[in-house]
Nanobody, 127 residues
Framework: QVQLVESGGGLVQAGDSLRLSCAAS????????MGWFRRAPGKERDFVAC????????YYADSVKGRFTVSRDVAKNTVYLQMNSLKPEDTAVYYC????????????????????WGQGTPVTVSS
């Protein structure tokens, strides 16, 4: 079965950086889009970024554009989220997800578009 396992979260101060990893297994992901979402305390789960497994094309939420970078290592079956210049508003549990859809001109930004989810990794940014 498909399994997604996030790691790399932690407690940091504003301005610091973190790199989250998502280890994917159980399927060939060449026809998938991989996404990152986050849920802040007391809030709904929001889209952060997504990447085409095959082409590497990316989309970002406006709130993280210019600070976060999503990438993937095909050989390692791993997706990354590099987070720079972290702000307290970035505090959330971050989730990796996989959608059985190829990116084609529009961001895959709705959680219902994703079939598989990791367990989440918490990120706390202090001021």
């Amino acid at each position: 079965q498909v399994q997604l396992v996030e790691s790399g979260g932690g407690l940091v101060q504003a301005g610091d950086s973190l790199r989250l990893s998502c280890a994917a297994s159980g399927r060939t992901f060449s026809r998938y889009t991989m996404g990152w979402f986050r849920r802040a305390p007391g809030k709904e789960r929001d889209f952060v970024a997504c990447i085409s497994w095959s082409s590497g094309s990316t989309y970002y939420a406006d709130s993280v554009k210019g600070r976060f970078t999503v990438s993937r290592d095909v050989a390692k079956n791993t997706v990354y989220l590099q987070m720079n210049s972290l702000k307290p508003e970035d505090t959330a549990v971050y989730y990796c997800a996989a959608a059985p859809t190829v990116l084609a001109g529009l961001a895959i930004s709705k959680d219902y578009q994703y079939d598989y989810w990791g367990q989440g990794t918490p990120v706390t940014v202090s001021s």
